[in-house]
């Protein structure tokens, strides 16, 4: 092995990533338990779900963290696609690891 590819060896398979996704709603009052249904239904295939939770943040606004396990690969198309659900104000990674 020379120094140009030394820092490629052993990435001929891709890994998986751990990502814990941050959705706010657009209202406050809004149902989180119709929102993660709504969100889990628009998961593509190569992401597997691992768990939810609300997180309060102020007056009564709720956040719902989504944890997904998928390939190591751009999350753009898995932020673009929740972002698209009905009542989601705004996605956004909020911890990723590789696994």
Do not use: C
């Not at 309060?56 to 999350?75: E, H, N, R, Y």
């Amino acid at each position: 092995m020379n120094a140009l590819n030394a820092g490629l060896w052993g990435r001929d398979k891709m890994g998986e990533v751990s990502m814990t996704i941050r959705i706010m709603p657009d209202d406050a009052g809004m149902d989180m338990e119709k929102l993660k249904e709504s969100v889990v239904k628009v998961l593509p295939d190569y992401a597997k779900l691992v768990g939810t939770e609300e997180k309060p943040i102020a007056f009564g606004l709720k956040a719902l963290l989504v944890k997904i396990i998928m390939p190591d690969q751009s999350p753009d198309e898995l932020i673009d696609k929740i972002s698209t659900v009905e009542h989601v104000e705004n996605a956004e990674i909020q911890d990723l690891s590789l696994i």
